[in-house]
């Protein structure tokens, strides 16, 4: 097996989660020849639960952990830090579909409770908010989104709220939802803060390494060899926890697809301007809407809008298309708070995740040396950490609920290759967004 990885991450310097933290010391660059038991692939949240439940499991094997780019500063950093304890499917109630429901949110919980435990044991500061997360929605067409919300909670015995618009706007700052839907256990937090938190406190047989791309895997003798540009490791075992990059090196390629979202963070508001909007606490809004944005309003002060997704096939927006994706953020945020007629971005950034046709993530051995997890659609918080903590103990011939929840979940359906799925892909999206109105 040989495999050359043309496709690789790069990560602008704009992400506003990044930015709000003290700059950190770079982990070393991997030169030179290294031999370790274990490697993982991706810096993120997936990886880094993997590694450290690996390092329990086997305290005596070198793991190593190696990023193209600053360990934990992908699209682990650049989300909206909703840590979702409640999916929401957003389609009908469907009695058939309801155990699959429950098995979804079992995971997603499983996976809040080991960051809650690491976060506690170890003290890191992440804004870590037990504040549930509400579900708004702006046009009319979103009280039937509203509808099956309910039911499906309703069903699965989850604690929610059906909020009134005036108890809405008074919660918010705002008057613009006209259905909102509080559901409680997801927790909202900083992520790039949690990110690196996960990254500082691994035990000490993980060593990480930053910005070594690699980019050739090959098999030879019973051991792996990876390559990067300073450097190549030997191995026993792969970890894959690429996410939007498996394609680039493994055969799921064909099952998972890229898409690049953007935000922007304004800076703290002034008290004047907390006063103009009734000195709300912090909370965070998922739409209603599938496409819709997501806004937070945080602890300290800021907002966050996230309302652009796009399927870039080459990944990255260009500048122009950045430039466009922030005027969408400034009209997002007029429309939702005009008293904040002052206030614009400090920061504005992209990031990218992954989706499957039939929304379901991967968990997978690949092959007798290699494991891959990633693919958590907008979920990876909780659910990479889940699946990176199983997989860890799956690799190592363990067995739990939480494996036998995961290995429950579908295989990601096949995807066409491009350019068929180019078009594919653009015109799902395009005919997704086409009722967005005020909820984008
Ligand atoms: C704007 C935005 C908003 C989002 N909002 C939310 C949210 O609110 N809640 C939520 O749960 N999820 C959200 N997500 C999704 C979430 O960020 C991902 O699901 C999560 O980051 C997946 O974690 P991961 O560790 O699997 O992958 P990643 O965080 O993507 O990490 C993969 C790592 O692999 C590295 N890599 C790739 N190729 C190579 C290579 N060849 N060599 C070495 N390293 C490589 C990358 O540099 C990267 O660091 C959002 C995503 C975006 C972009």
Redesign the pocket.
Known sequence: MEKV?K???Q?DQACGWINCLEKRIPFPKLVGRQLAQWVV????????AFARRLASLKPDARIIV????A??????????????ANSSSGEAFDPTKLREYNRINRINHAGIKILREIVERNNIECQWRDVGKLNCGAEDATGNAAGHLIDWLEASNTEYENLSSVELSKRLGTSYYTHGIWTKGDVLLQ?AAL?RGLSNTLPENVELFDN????KISEQNGKLYLE?SEGSIITNQLML?????LH??SANSKHTVP?????SLTRPLTKAEQASIGNPDDWGILSLHGMGA?IRYTPDHRILI?NTADYNSRYFLNNQQMKLAKSKHLECLRQRFPSLKDVGFDNT??????VSRNSTSVFSKLSERIYT??C?????????TA??HALAEYACDGDSDLINDIIQYPKPQWLPPRPILDIAMKSVIWSRKINLGMDG
């Open positions: 990885i496709h690789l991450p990560n692939i991706g810096g993120g949240y997936t990886g880094l190696i990023d193209a780019c360990i934990g500063e992908g699209g682990s950093a650049r989300n909206s830090g909703f840590a979702m992520p990110v070594s791309p690699i980019t990067c926890a690429t996410n939007s990059y680039a090196m898409l690049t979202l953007s935000a997501t996230r950034w992209q990031g990218v995740l992954s997890a990633g958590y659609n907008a979920a990876g918080i909780s659910r990479g699946f990176g």
